[in-house]
């Protein structure tokens, strides 16, 4: 009997054992998991784009008593300041005891996703329909946008140089657009083509009307029809495409799946999952040790760059204005830092089990995945944590009861991928990347679990309090 005891302790003691996060849950936590899913929500249903994402974000943190950055002012510890870039980003941070030489604590998550975006001279007519050319944004699987209704998202600057911000299909009653695709009775020799081919880019062409002009002579008339519903409404003429940023994504509303609700469905949840639990950890935050900075980038579904992107000196123009008010220099507050780069990974898909290499693969339910590495083919282009930090959070974590995993995204050779922490790291920031196992990334209806969502919260909450 005793044997048999310290058998099972020596299991228990020298082998890795993962478990369900059903298995690990508290008294009371499986409550807290499906309110924190509500509010995720409403998060994703408000903010389908960068610009509508950082809108809300920024509504929220005003409520919770955030004020944007004045390059100068005196700061004391527990003010809470952010500053937006170009109504696309937004870095929030809560300043800590400590000063900021030694280092902060960042979570950095992007809150752009792929979609279609409007070319810049889209409206075209053909056989008396009026259609939107589009240019694919970011890794889409382009034939999962066909023959699912669309809302249309984005500004229109006019002549005059005022903007319109355009929000046409997410409203009970709006009306919607879609890319048409082929029935199967003529899609023979289209059913032959591999899949990556079947729906051509130039055939994302959304549907946009029918009825033509009345009392007209000329041709065109259904998109004149058009451009004037869009002149009665927004007061633009088709130059103003020229200066719009406007942008098709998946009509509907997060929604839960499962008959046991345990699975959240949304578009856009790449990574908004991860920016929810990096800006909510921060407004429950209360005045850190370390400052806290929590950093909502765009452009990372296309590399990064540009003004708005991670890569971008802008985050460095926003930390370096935190440490002048300490008389800091920039570098002295990188060194000492930490970045969570929180990013979803691919969840072990059980329809696809060839893909992915199971003794290193995320599983839903199984809490907030941490990735040592990322990057692809012989681990090119990946940001590589170092054992020292991957063993200061898997401390963090099991310090706090936090249910989390390992994993890579997929098989050695499959693929591969990354985010902004190289982006991090560039910059002298210790960085490890983590975030929530995802179904059907980057397809119009991503999964998650509800459990994974909201242990990736309490994990940011944990690296903003260390
Ligand atoms: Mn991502
Ligand atoms: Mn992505």
Known sequence: MEEKKLAKEKRDLLLLNRKNGYDLLKEGEEEIILSYSEGYKKFL?????????????????????????????????????????????????????????????????????????????????????????????????????????????????????????VVIGDQPGDPVFTVTDLLPHLAGEQNKKP???????????????????????????????????????YGMIEEDFLSAELMAVPAGRATDVGLDRSMLGAYGQDDRVCSYAALLALLNLETPEHTAVCML?????????????????????????????????????????????????????????????????????????????????????????????????????NDHSIVWQTAELGKTDQGGGGTVAAYMADRNIDTLDAGVPVLSMHSPFEVVSKLDCYMTYRAIQEVYRS
């Open 297 to 397: 980038a765009d452009k990372e579904e296309v590399g990064s760059m540009g003004v708005t992107g991670m890569k971008s000196a802008a985050f460095d123009a926003f930390i370096s204005d935190l440490c002048d008010t300490q008389g800091l220099r920039l570098k002295e507050c990188y060194e000492r830092s930490f970045c969570l780069s929180a990013d979803v990974t691919a969840a072990f898909d059980p329809n696809y089990p060839e893909v992915f290499e199971k003794h290193n693969s995320a599983y839903l339910n199984y809490g907030i995945c941490l990735s040592k590495y990322t990057g692809s083919r012989g681990k090119s282009g990946a940001s590589d944590a170092s054992a020292e930090l991957v063993g200061l959070v898997r401390k963090l974590l």
């Open 45 to 165: 249903d408000e903010g389908k784009t960068e610009r509508s994402c950082a809108a809300y974000t920024i509504a929220l943190a005003e409520a919770h008593g955030f004020r944007p950055l004045v390059r100068g002012e005196k700061l004391q510890p527990g003010d809470k300041r952010y500053r937006v870039n170009r109504g696309k980003g937004v870095t929030l941070a809560i300043l800590g005891r400590k000063p900021l030489s030694e280092g902060a604590r960042i979570c950095a998550a992007h809150i752009d996703s792929p979609r279609l975006d409007l070319k810049q001279v889209p409206l075209y007519e053909e056989r008396e329909l009026a259609y939107l050319k589009t240019h694919y944004y970011g890794g889409v699987r382009k034939y999962q946008w066909v023959s699912i209704p669309l809302e249309l998202h984005g500004v229109v600057v006019l002549k005059d140089g005022s903007s319109r911000t």
């Open 195 to 233: 899949l990556g081919e079947a729906i051509a880019a130039e055939q994302l062409n959304l549907l946009i009307g029918s009825r033509p002009y009345p009392n007209d002579e000329g041709s065109d008339r259904v998109k004149l029809a058009i451009l004037n519903l869009l002149y009665e409404k």
